[in-house]
């Protein structure tokens, strides 16, 4: 009899125990939500939860309203590419600045750690707010101008842009930039030679990305004053005017799907198939001895110049200029002398900051936020999980990992409506705005933290769910065939192959948005929650800017601790 | 269909035909054609207050001969913010908004309000299963004691300010209240909310609710009145005294005079009338409003 | 005498893709405790042809049979019967990367274990002295626990290996398994194929690119060429001629 040769490793290993806080974290989170107490569930509104079912089914399609409909849809893809534009400017200006490849490169015998490390660090303020109270701010300087919208998405989004794009550079091969920096050549011009064009698709990628997260943000900023789809869904919101409502979120719908449909299509074409590589680039490079692997994606072969790509990629350069001029923001704002003004006098009304409220108190309404942020990332990334499956095209469909060789004709109908049927539900997860599912769930639960977790939890399982689906469709099918070949029931392939596949992708996704959460605990206060956004939203209502200052400053504290927790955990993943 | 695609290119046209001169326009034009911008923070039924303002500029206009614009905005901050770096020059602000805005904008004055904003009321309603019933004293206000409690948005004084003054003078504070009081953002959702049993008691602007039982939107089973307040000052327009300046002195009192003209005789006027729901504007004046600027300051609203 | 009844049969095999065709009308037998290498160029149907025999593939035209059965016919759990006494060693090993090599081992077992107990064994572990055996018997013992793509490429070979072990079917089929390995650690893990299949009585099915592989290690050789069977020789009969003959560009036009 072989005895193993080495004993069962401890149970207690990094991952392990990442995993045990995980769950005391989700057990302290439920606990704070009082899920353990009776009487949770609301019975008495169902029929509220009804109408606004029902509601989905015969939204208002007067042909006014759905002009009305179509005009605030192209205001707000207009400032959602404005928008995006602005941030990936500042996101590579940023994302250059806070990688350490770059100081490396320009100060190579200093110890430049604490420079880019410190700039990062900064990227974390703007990105600790959300853009609705940005949004607020700007008003401040700029008046009802379409421009606060437009900087109000650019200015976090820039910051979270410029995170991703370090740690892209960061994790691209450096040997070429390297050679080039020895034979002398100017950092910059390095940079441009080597690291961005091997991060170009990377880099791409991810700006649609930004862009689909772009179009959402502009749904919620209903302060631009000038229409858009945002402003609408608020106004029919105030008077509930539910037909209304689906009617716009069927707008937000297509607006979504399309463009989700299009990033994917050029993606494809360029030959980078997914919209947000995470985390996976170590791992891939480690990878055995296992030289070059021409068949495991055959999505990544070198771009072909085919016209089609070439009249897109026109057609969206046109887009830029006409959403600029569409939108029609005062851009001499940004320098006049005016907002130096303005920016003087709202500086002078919030600061010194007022910190006379005890601050151990602040702390606790912090917990009850961190609470809800991680009760709707824990719900939003488990429901995104299972979700993913049935909505990745190369699972169930014909053809598919786990359908029969020969499929029938029923069996076709049923996997096109599965596949569908959750793509359709992941759109509208995330098409109707957080705030609006709050108000929903809050029909059925009685007010805490319960309801604005599971809003939250919605519309980011809707987001999650979809990068999830990406990545179990560039899956490498290797392993799983061969666990196929050799007669494995279908749920034994999911379970020892698919699921170890993806987990470790999917939970970097979760983390990385777990910090979204975080900021949008802030609108949806209407849950009766407490937590910093009540808070924060009842300061800023008495414009009681010194305190909104604190407030603001606890954000940040809490997205520099998500911000290392999730890191922490990411490298134990690898 | 061929309508629906017709108009569907009209829709894609109008807006690039609009543009052009908009942009240019706003550089070279002199001060006397600016336009005079109204605004009013959100309240009331959005597609009426679209509606409303439309009416209300083009009468503004003929009557005082400037340009007049509405600039919709959607967050009672934001209008406040707005008015105070001088994007808006005149706006129908709530009572609470009103004194904000007023007090970030020296000499800016309020002007006119309805009839029925100098003798305004909130009504708090309770869902019937919570066994609450009406009471006709304002110390019966503590039997909510223990009850949850939904107010609408922070900044609204029917919805928040009011009723929490009432309560605060029955000895009730918000933390009397089972969990934490509620911001429903809307009257509507106060409304909704209660009906549903997810808060016991709401408190919003009576105006809304009368006109929600009127058309039939409310399950008087569910939920009914127990309360209603004491009478106090609310909406008002107040004036930003920049358009001394654009106008001319007495430009204010024009405005003012406009918006005391409106005759409900005369069917256009009325319909402007109706649509805000008064059967005239009357004068107003800052003082009014001061008992609600120290319940602000009491309850912090105003710093 | 009559021949025992074949383990594999092709029948008037023809394999399709989309544009091109991987193989033209094959038919074939391979009987039980048989060593057989495929060889031939690259893109002449080796792989597909081992894809036919293990069921990932349904021939275009024409049938094959496995163990009795008829791959293409039959309901998928039928097919699965057959599946699990197949194994099948990859050249890019097919392991489940973010696992610990016990799980990959245990892997071979899957078509055997319930749903309940695969669960089971994913948090806990379970038949550790059984993957230990077969990681002992390919020469990494020490590497149980350790994660699958933390292991050189020759490790990992094993550890398919140990997969197939852990599998016990009546055939192995190989798919070129050294192609991405080093000329001494091809010879060893041959070594160790060889070994395996003669003292547990498997039948072997191996596509190689090295001629002098299939010579030394097998005892009947498929030459194909352009998706069809150029020869089905003994090993000793392999001319210097006929390996020419293998390689020699189609003649154009």
């Not at chain 1, 070439?310 to 001029?325: H, I």
């Not at chain 2, 913010?81 to 808006?88: C, M, Y």
């Amino acid at each position: 009899m072989t005895r193993p040769a080495v004993d069962r490793p401890s149970w207690l290993t990094p991952r392990s125990r990442w995993g045990l806080i995980v769950l005391a974290a989700i057990a302290f989170s439920l606990w704070q939500a009082r899920v353990f107490e009776p009487n949770r569930f609301n019975v008495g509104g169902i029929p509220q939860l009804l109408r606004f079912v029902q509601a989905s089914v015969q939204p208002d399609l007067s042909l006014d309203f759905l002009q009305l409909t179509l005009d605030a849809a192209i205001v707000t893809f207009a400032y959602a590419v404005c928008g995006t534009f602005f941030s990936i400017v500042f996101g590579c200006v940023g994302g250059i600045l806070a990688s350490e490849v770059w100081w490396v490169s320009v100060l190579p015998r200093h110890a430049t750690r604490p420079i880019w490390l410190g700039i990062r660090a900064t990227l974390a303020v703007p990105r600790a707010i959300h853009e609705l109270i940005w949004g607020l701010f700007f008003v401040n300087l700029f008046g009802l101008d379409p421009l606060v919208a437009i900087v109000a998405i650019a200015v976090p989004y820039g910051a979270i842009v410029a995170k991703v794009f370090s740690e892209i550079l960061d994790e691209t091969p450096r040997q070429p930039l390297i050679a080039l920096l020895n034979s002398g050549v100017a950092p910059f011009t390095a940079f441009l030679y080597t690291l961005l064009p091997q991060a170009f698709l990377d880099l791409l990628s991810y700006t649609f990305y930004r862009f689909e997260c772009s179009v959402r943000s502009a749904a919620v900023l209903g302060i631009i004053g000038a229409g858009g789809l945002g402003y609408q869904i608020l106004l029919s919101l105030q008077s509930l005017r539910y037909e209304q409502l689906w009617t716009l979120f069927y707008a937000l719908f297509l607006l979504n799907g399309a463009i989700d449909f299009f990033s994917a299509w050029l993606r494809r074409r360029l030959g980078s198939p997914s919209r947000l590589d995470l985390n996976l680039r170590k791992q891939a490079r480690s990878r055995g001895s296992g030289g070059s692997l021409p068949d495991a994606h055959p999505a990544r072969q070198p771009p072909e110049r085919d016209r089609w790509l070439v009249a897109v990629g026109l057609g969206g350069l046109l887009l830029l200029p006409f959403s600029f001029w569409y939108v029609g923001a005062d851009f001499s704002k940004l320098w006049s002398a005016r907002t130096l003004e303005l920016l003087g006098d709202v500086a002078q009304t919030a600061f010194p900051p007022n910190l006379d409220q005890s601050q151990w108190q602040l702390g606790m309404v912090a917990v009850q936020t961190v609470a809800m942020s991680i009760l709707a990332i824990a719900i939003a990334g488990c429901g995104g999980i299972l979700l993913s499956f049935p909505a990745a095209h190369t699972f169930f469909l014909p053809g598919g990992l786990f359908t029969p060789a020969q499929p029938s004709w029923r069996d076709r109908v049923l996997a096109w409506t599965g596949v569908l049927g959750t793509r359709a539900a992941l759109l509208i997860a995330r098409a109707v705005p957080a705030p609006i599912w709050a108000l929903v769930a809050l029909f059925v639960l009685f007010p805490g933290i319960l309801p604005g977790a599971i809003a939250l939890a919605l519309h980011n399982m809707g987001i999650l769910g979809r990068l999830m689906a990406e990545s179990n469709e560039n899956l490498d099918p290797r392993p799983l065939v061969a666990l196929k070949a050799q007669g494995t029931p279908a749920a034994l392939v999911f379970l020892y192959g698919v699921l170890p596949m993806t987990l470790t992708r999917s939970i970097a996704y979760i983390l990385y948005r777990w910090e979204v959460c975080l900021r949008e605990t802030v609108i949806v206060g209407l849950v009766g929650a407490g937590g910093l956004g009540r808070l924060l939203t009842e300061q800023l209502s008495s414009f009681d800017y010194r305190r909104v200052v604190v407030t603001l400053g606890w954000f940040v504290i809490l997205t520099f601790g998500v911000d290392w927790v999730s890191g922490a955990m990411r490298r134990s993943l690898r | 269909m061929k309508r629906v695609v017709l108009s569907t290119l009209l829709s894609l046209l109008l807006p690039l035909a609009a543009c052009t001169p908009d942009s240019s326009s706003s550089s070279n034009e002199d001060a006397a054609t600016q336009p005079l911008v109204t605004s009013a923070i959100p309240d009331q039924d959005p597609e009426k207050l679209q509606r409303l303002y439309s009416k209300l500029a083009d009468y503004l206009e003929t009557e005082l001969g400037v340009p007049v614009e509405y600039k919709p905005v959607t967050d009672y901050a934001a209008a406040v913010t707005a008015f105070r770096v001088g994007d808006l020059d005149m706006v129908w602000f709530g009572g609470l908004t009103g004194v904000q805005a007023r007090l970030q904008v020296p000499g800016a004055e309020a002007i006119a309000q309805r009839d029925i904003d100098a003798d305004f009321h909130s009504v708090f309603i309770a869902n019937t299963n919570s066994g609450l019933t009406p009471i006709d004293d304002i110390a019966q206000l503590a039997t909510l004691k223990g009850r949850s409690l939904t107010f609408g948005s922070e900044s609204s004084t029917s919805g928040r300010l009011m009723p929490q003054y009432f309560l605060e003078q029955a000895d009730v504070n918000l933390d009397d209240f089972k969990g934490e009081v509620g911001f429903s953002q809307s009257h509507d959702a106060t409304i909704q909310l209660v009906e549903a049993g997810t808060y016991e008691v709401g408190a919003l602007n009576e105006q809304v609710w009368n006109s929600r039982v009127q058309e039939g939107a409310v399950d008087l089973d569910q939920v009914q009145v127990i309360w209603r307040t004491p009478a106090y000052y609310d909406y008002h327009w107040v004036v930003n005294p920049d358009v001394k300046e654009r106008y001319g002195e007495e430009f204010v009192g024009r405005v003012q005079a406009a918006l005391m003209a409106l005759d409900p005789s005369v069917p256009e006027e009325k319909e402007i009338l109706d649509l805000f729901g008064a059967n005239q504007f009357i004068e107003t004046e800052n003082s009014n409003y001061s008992q609600i600027e120290d319940i602000g300051r009491a309850i912090g609203k105003i710093q | 005498m009559t021949l025992p009844a074949p383990l594999f049969e092709l029948r008037q095999v023809t394999q399709q893709f989309d544009r091109s065709l991987a193989l033209r009308n094959i038919t074939l037998q391979i009987f039980p405790g048989e060593r057989v290498a495929l060889v031939g160029s690259s893109g002449t149907g080796k792989s597909t042809l081992i894809q036919l025999l293990n069921g990932t593939l349904l021939p275009s035209q024409g049938e094959v049979w496995a163990l009795g059965h008829s791959l293409s016919q039959g309901s998928s759990r039928q097919r699965r019967q057959v599946q699990r006494q197949i194994g099948t060693i990859y050249q890019q090993f097919h392991l489940v990367d973010t696992l610990p090599v016990i799980h990959n081992v245990n892997a071979g077992r899957l078509g055997q274990w319930s749903f309940f107990k695969a669960a089971v064994s994913l948090l806990y572990p379970l038949e550790v002295e059984a993957a230990a055996k077969a990681l002992h018997r390919v020469g990494i013992p020490e590497k149980l626990y350790a994660r699958t793509d933390q292991l050189s490429g020759g490790q990992q070979q094993r550890v398919a290996i140990a997969r197939v072990l852990r599998q016990d079917p009546v055939a192995i089929l190989a798919d070129e398994p050294v192609s991405s390995l080093d000329p001494e650690l091809s010879r060893e893990v041959m070594a160790l194929l060889r070994e395996l299949v003669q003292e547990m009585g498997k039948t072997l099915v191996i596509s190689l690119h090295s001629i002098e592989l299939a010579q030394q290690y097998c005892d009947r050789i498929i030459g194909l060429r352009d998706g069809t069977i150029l020869f089905d020789i003994p090993s000793f009969a392999l001319s210097a001629e006929r390996i020419r003959d293998l390689y020699r560009l189609r003649e154009p036009g």
